[in-house]
């Protein structure tokens, strides 16, 4: 099926096609912060269609997923996964018209795959030696 999107502010629109039959849910320390709800869709089926200037990456832990927001809303709209770049996760609040009450929740466990504490976190552990 073919789905659309945006940032809240419109500054970035996206589309793409995919078949959604799932939200994606990761118990990283971003993720966690971000609550974020997540479709997985394949790189080459996913478009940016106005925006791609205002795309912010954010990178962190290993740095080699990249986590892309609105540079204007802050919105996290998509990210490119570290454990398989071929495959997004996009922000399933972002996406026109998905009814998320009626997909299945799948919890992912990011957190075991993460090899760094959050910036907080180590400060804190830095602070306590
Ligand atoms: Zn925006």
């Not at 790189?43 to 200037?53: K, L, T």
Request: proline content about 2%; hydrophobic content about 35%; aromatic content about 8%.
């Amino acid at each position: 099926m073919k789905y659309s999107g945006a940032c809240h502010c419109g500054s970035v629109t996206f589309a793409f096609e995919a078949d959604v039959d799932e939200i994606v849910r990761c118990d990283c320390s971003l993720c966690s912060k971000r609550n974020a709800l997540m479709v997985t869709v394949h790189r080459e089926h996913f478009n940016i269609s106005r925006g791609q200037d205002a795309l912010r990456v954010y990178r962190w832990n290993s740095g080699v997923a990249r986590h892309y927001f609105c540079g204007t809303c802050g919105i996290y709209v998509y990210h490119q996964r570290r454990s398989n770049p071929a495959l997004l996760s996009v922000n399933a609040c972002s996406i026109d018209g998905l009814d998320r009450e009626t997909l299945p929740t799948r919890q992912v466990d990011g957190k075991s795959r993460s090899v760094v504490e959050t910036t907080a976190a180590a400060d804190a552990a830095a602070a306590a030696e």
